[in-house]
């Protein structure tokens, strides 16, 4: 079977793992990396026995497909450059920066030939997969997306940073068109908004009550899905779900209804590898990637319009003096090509 040649462009926090899974797949050649950051292509290249670049164009000729792990406001530029030389594209999310940057990425790619995948990893979590089959005609979603504050993460707000991945999986979910947004955020320690809750409404009936935070003590990612004689839960960081289903006795009972449920964990399984297989496997066989330029066009266009929602709803205020030019001094904020 002939090998597939993949590259990797940015190899930060993130860009890193992309790295280490690559080079473990059978029948894929790792065929170099691309960082502005010396020290990083050191360590990786030394650790890895490949080369690395600091001009990501150096990597074009040489692979059949590429990783893209760069902050959001370069996806486009160096997505385009790959997809000119008919490279397959993997681009963490989100896509873009804006709805127009997306088009402008997928019919690129269409008039190339090439794929084009949208990193959103949740589509690939053991416990989220486990669930999928029980999922049917959902009416009410409860979200909750909590981590850390992380100063790597600060070049877009959390709508785009954490909320996006519950953006992306309800609106595979939920396949009808939102008709109302209610929303409100704040930044709290950054520049940018920091904690978010939004309220969805759908054509279809279904409403997604949606809450990001990147200030929490802890981490927290867990979803409770509501629909038709069934109630279902998954936590995305400890890979647990229930699901409690209302059964159908044969007579009416005087005790009322009865429900069965079912609790497990999702053992094995590494999101991230299963997302690159995917991509991989894509690019040997010319198939439809799970989550392709539209996908990502959909979520990046809802989380760009609960930022308006959330823009009518703040009032900005000299409420920040002084943390603007901390956050600017912060190492690798400003690094315009390391990962997220």
């Known amino acids: 079977m002939k090998k597939i040649k993949v590259g990797v462009v940015g190899v930060g926090h993130l860009g890193k793992f992309h790295v280490e899974k690559?080079?473990?797949?059978?029948?894929?050649?790792?065929?170099?990396?691309?960082?502005?950051?010396?020290?990083?292509?050191?360590?990786?290249s030394r650790q890895y026995g490949i080369p690395g670049y600091e001009d990501y164009h150096r990597l074009i000729p040489?692979?059949?497909?590429?990783?893209i792990v760069v902050p959001t406001t370069q996806h486009a530029e160096v997505a385009k450059d790959f997809l000119m030389e008919k490279v397959d594209v993997l681009i963490e999310k989100p896509i873009s920066?804006?709805?127009?940057?997306?088009?402008?990425?997928i019919a690129l790619a269409g008039t190339q030939g090439c794929l084009l995948q949208v990193g959103h990893l949740e589509r690939f979590n053991p416990v989220y997969l486990k669930i999928k089959p029980y999922i049917k005609n959902p009416l009410f979603f409860e979200s909750h997306r909590l981590s850390p504050f992380k100063a790597r993460g600060i070049d877009v707000d959390?709508?785009?940073?954490?909320?996006?991945?519950?953006?992306?999986?309800?609106?595979?979910?939920v396949q009808s068109p939102a008709e109302q947004i209610q929303?409100?955020?704040?930044?709290?320690?950054?520049?940018?908004?920091?904690?978010?809750?939004?309220?969805?409404?759908?054509q279809n009936g279904c409403v997604a009550n949606i809450t990001a935070s990147r200030i929490s003590l802890q981490e927290?990612?867990?979803?409770?899905?509501?629909?038709?004689?069934?109630?279902?839960?998954?936590?995305?960081?400890?890979?647990?779900?229930?699901?409690?289903?209302?059964?159908?006795?044969?007579?009416?009972?005087?005790l009322g209804p009865k429900f069965a449920s079912e609790n497990g964990t999702a053992n094995g399984g590494d999101a991230l590898e299963m997302e690159l297989l995917s991509f991989v496997n894509a690019v040997r066989t010319r198939s439809d990637p799970v989550v392709c330029g539209e996908d990502?066009?959909?979520?990046?266009?809802?989380?760009?319009?609960i930022n308006q929602e959330i823009e009518?709803?703040?009032k900005f205020a000299d409420q920040f003096p002084g943390t603007l030019d901390l956050i600017k001094g912060w190492k690798g904020v400003s690094s315009p090509r390391e990962s997220h």
């Open 183 to 202: 929303a409100v955020g704040v930044p709290v320690v950054s520049p940018r908004v920091d904690i978010a809750n939004v309220r969805i409404q759908f």
């Open 22 to 44: 690559y080079s473990r797949m059978p029948n894929v050649e790792l065929a170099g990396f691309a960082d502005i950051s010396p020290e990083r292509r050191e360590t990786i």
């Open 158 to 173: 959390v709508i785009l940073d954490l909320m996006i991945h519950d953006l992306d999986l309800i609106l595979h979910l």
């Open 62 to 67: 040489k692979i059949d497909a590429v990783s």
């Open 97 to 105: 920066r804006s709805i127009a940057e997306a088009e402008g990425l």
């Open 220 to 254: 927290m990612r867990k979803m409770r899905i509501f629909q038709p004689a069934a109630y279902l839960s998954l936590d995305f960081w400890e890979k647990t779900y229930s699901v409690v289903r209302l059964e159908q006795p044969n007579e009416k009972s005087s």
């Open 312 to 314: 009518k709803n703040l």
């Open 296 to 305: 990502g066009k959909k979520a990046i266009a809802m989380a760009l319009w």
